[in-house]
């Protein structure tokens, strides 16, 4: 039992310290989407939301797989009717990055 719960420290320790890098990329790929709203940059917005949602959620940090899961569905939708559908709002590229920060950084792990 010992052997199991240090490999699941391990694992999430080895999580928490990629946290960074998915911030940054976070903040990358909303910065070229503010720039252009292009099919591929919301492509690659989904990817890193769905890939998130589901490792967040893994690891504990509920609040990020909550707002990822959200936007997974929102993207989906945009990405399946681009260019047809109505522009993201930089209000709301900054709120999805605003609340993953705080869901991150705040450790809000339940």
């Given at each position: 039992m010992?052997?199991e719960?240090?490999?699941?420290k391990?694992?999430?320790?080895a999580y928490?310290r990629?946290v960074?890098?998915?911030i940054?990329?976070?903040?990358?790929?909303?910065?070229d989407?503010?720039?252009e709203?292009?099919?591929?940059n919301l492509?690659a917005l989904h990817?890193?939301?769905?890939?998130i949602?589901?490792?967040?959620?893994?690891?504990g940090?509920?609040a990020v797989?909550?707002?990822c899961q959200?936007?997974?569905i929102k993207?989906?939708?945009?990405?399946d009717?681009?260019?047809?559908?109505?522009?993201?709002?930089?209000?709301e590229l900054?709120?999805?990055?605003?609340k993953?920060?705080?869901?991150?950084?705040r450790?809000?792990k339940?």
């Open positions: 010992s052997d719960l240090e490999l699941s391990e694992l999430l320790d928490e990629t960074s890098e998915k940054l990329l976070f903040e990358k790929l909303i910065q989407l503010r720039k709203q292009t099919k591929p492509e990817f890193l939301v769905h890939k949602s589901g490792s967040a959620a893994f690891y940090y509920q797989s909550s707002i959200e936007w997974d993207l989906l939708k945009k990405i009717r681009f260019p047809n559908e109505e522009r993201l709002s930089l209000e900054d709120l999805l990055l605003l993953v920060k705080t869901g991150f950084n450790n809000e339940k």
